[in-house]
C-alpha cells in the first residue's frame, strides 16, 4: 500500500523538524495516542488506540528515523503490532521545504499489514490511513501555530 501526501504548515522549517522530534507535540497530534517515548535521539515506542473498520485495538510499536538530512529530509521506518489484530510495518521518506514563512512537508508512505486488518480491504485501509495522516498533520500544524518563535 502507498500512501503520499503534502501539507502546508505555517512555521519556520526549523521549528517543523524540531517538532517531527519532539515527544509532546507528537503525544498531542497522534491520533489515538496513548503514550510515546523517546527510547533514542532518532528511536521512539509508541502505543496508540485505533479503529479501522470494524476492528478496534491497542497497537504497540517502534519507529526509527534514518537518513537524516536536517532540516531538510529524513526516512522514517516504523513497525506496529495490534495481538489478534494485525501488524502494520513500513516506512516514509518526509521532506520539508521552506515556502516563504512556511514549510511545505510531503511524505511518500509504504506499508504493509497483516491478519484481521489485512482482511479489511485495501480501498478501507488507504481511506484509513489518509484520514489518521491528515488528522496527524492538522493537529500537527495547529501545535506549532501556538508556538511563539
Not at 529530509?73 to 518526509?94: D, H, T
Request: proline share 3%.
Amino acid at each position: 500500500m502507498d500512501i503520499v501526501g503534502e501539507h502546508r504548515i505555517a512555521a519556520p522549517r526549523d521549528l517543523v523538524w524540531r517538532a517531527l522530534f519532539d515527544v509532546e507535540t507528537l503525544k498531542r497530534c497522534i491520533p489515538g495516542c496513548k503514550e510515546v517515548e523517546q527510547t533514542s535521539p532518532t528511536s521512539f515506542a509508541a502505543k496508540v488506540q485505533l479503529k479501522v473498520g470494524p476492528v478496534s485495538a491497542t497497537f504497540s510499536g517502534t519507529v526509527e528515523l534514518t537518513d537524516i538530512d536536517a532540516p531538510a529530509s529524513c526516512r522514517i521506518v516504523g513497525q506496529g503490532n495490534g495481538g489478534i489484530a494485525g501488524f502494520a510495518k513500513g516506512s516514509s521518506q518526509v521532506r520539508l521545504a521552506e515556502d516563504g514563512d512556511g514549510t511545505i512537508l510531503t511524505y511518500e508512505a509504504k506499508a504493509e499489514i497483516g491478519g484481521k486488518l489485512a482482511a479489511l480491504g485495501s480501498r478501507l485501509i488507504v481511506a484509513t490511513s489518509r484520514k489518521l495522516a491528515d488528522q496527524f498533520f492538522q493537529a500537527f500544524a495547529k501545535a506549532l501555530s501556538e508556538v511563539k518563535v
